[in-house]
């Protein structure tokens, strides 16, 4: 099976790294709009060859779209048009824009909406990692709107990853996803402009900064081309889960500047009740 | 050199292993109120024998307090009045009240205040760890104050344990610390309670949850039993970083409700900053 791989970046890399390792893909092309990062792929040998989107597509059987989620949005409807009886997936960390908008296509049964719940705050080929999707889960949406042959062969890809396949559809995806991934990268963000507006010695910082500071603060890191498009797709969840956390952490501003150390109690042991949902 | 600790839960239990393995002391004495951390102490070898507290303190060269900071301010004039020639240091994530607590003594000049920056999510003697403090900071606090015979021999043992030592004075160390540890708890502990508040699919999210969402919620396991003194100690920086964190939230909320998206980059771009002062 031949692959075209559209952005070679952080999940496009690594979706390379698995394939190969996993024999899936005899050959993995590339469409990358970044010189450098064209360059980097093929170097690193991410991808066998580097070609614009229209050749890529009409040489593969699997097409992975793995670019921001608003650039997949606006690729989506033209490839799936291209395609014969080609499989087109996306990887995007938002769905229901992505489904609507395929929805257009005459060729939708084709496309399986999908987010491998994976990533790191780095990007670009260099950050592609091998191993990178094991233990993790994968949400597939929509699955009703794809043909199952495609199904069938995008399940048997990511279990080969060693992914945990969920279903869902594509609205409940971008409310739970709001709260598993997009909020904790906004607080990510926002508290590293808190340190970097407040705290001027950053010698300081940088010599006493633990573990705690920094598993809460490395999603800070991330690339804003990624994350604006998928806060501004999911903007409504997103606004929701803000909203809700900033009254949150009013609670524990109350409880300081009244003095109620109960109250803060009570917060932190409802708190740790997250043991229950986490690994 | 024998060696009394006060309280055997993580840090306790972690300095004994490090004290162990280096050589440092022939014997460790446990003073422990919770009964069951005391035999837990024992049988996994934490210490060689559990004492009370007067006991302890006469058959010891070092006394190591490493209780929530409530009880260590407590506790600290009437152990540093009942020793000779010893030496007396605490664990505290908070350094201001503990050192102005201890100049009433006659005998502080035998204190020396510590903040070895190494914590995890985790409490008592269970959670101790074999070179838990390895490659991380330690802060010495108002050095001047102390003793320097015991000065040198804890930069000795913090040394021997691959720590790099820090010297503040103990009202900058809490302003610092409420920047670098404790507002990144306080936004874990909400964060935690956000999703616990909206999120009523629990078992979605647990499906779900990839590594961003661990890290940015994982220390919300924390014990509010250490916690709640801390902020209690730490009160007015706190909130001050908190105040400041609400309002950083606020501006992304802003840039969402207005579209602002070119702001919103903006924001991230400028948290992308942190990456200099990041490990």
């Known amino acids: 099976m031949n692959v075209a791989i559209i952005g070679t970046g952080l999940i496009g890399g690594s979706m390379a790294i698995a394939l190969r390792e996993k024999k899936l893909a005899a050959k993995i092309i590339g469409v990358e709009s970044n010189k450098q990062h064209a360059e980097e792929a093929l170097k690193l040998g991410l991808v066998d060859e580097v070609d614009n989107l229209d050749e890529a597509i009409s040489k593969s059987d699997l097409i992975i779209l793995a670019v921001p989620v608003s650039v997949a949005e606006k690729m989506i409807v033209s ?158 969840n997103v606004l929701d889960v803000l909203n809700e956390h900033i009254s949150q952490l009013r609670k524990f501003k109350s409880c300081l500047e009244k003095e109620n150390y109960q109250y803060l109690t009570e917060l932190i042991e409802n708190s740790n009740k997250i043991k229950r949902i986490l690994k």
């Open 79 to 236: 490839i799936l048009d291209q395609t014969d009886q080609q499989i087109v997936i996306d990887v995007g960390s938002t769905k229901n824009a992505i489904c609507t908008t395929a929805n257009k296509s005459k060729k939708r049964k084709r496309f399986v909406a999908t987010h491998p719940m994976w990533g790191t705050e780095f990007s670009g080929p260099k950050a592609a990692e091998t191993g990178a999707f094991a233990g993790n889960a994968v949400v597939i949406c929509d699955k009703e709107d794809s043909d199952p042959d495609a199904v069938e062969w995008v399940e048997k890809m990511y279990r080969a990853f060693g992914m945990n396949i969920l279903y869902m559809d594509s609205v409940a995806h971008d409310v739970h996803a709001a709260y598993v991934s997009h909020i904790s990268h906004i607080t990510s963000f926002a508290l590293a402009n808190t340190v970097l507006e407040k705290e001027k010695e950053e010698g300081t910082i940088f010599g006493m900064a633990s573990g705690g500071f920094e598993s809460t603060v490395r999603l800070a890191k991330s690339n804003p081309d990624m994350w604006v498009p998928i806060f501004q797709q999911n903007r409504e």
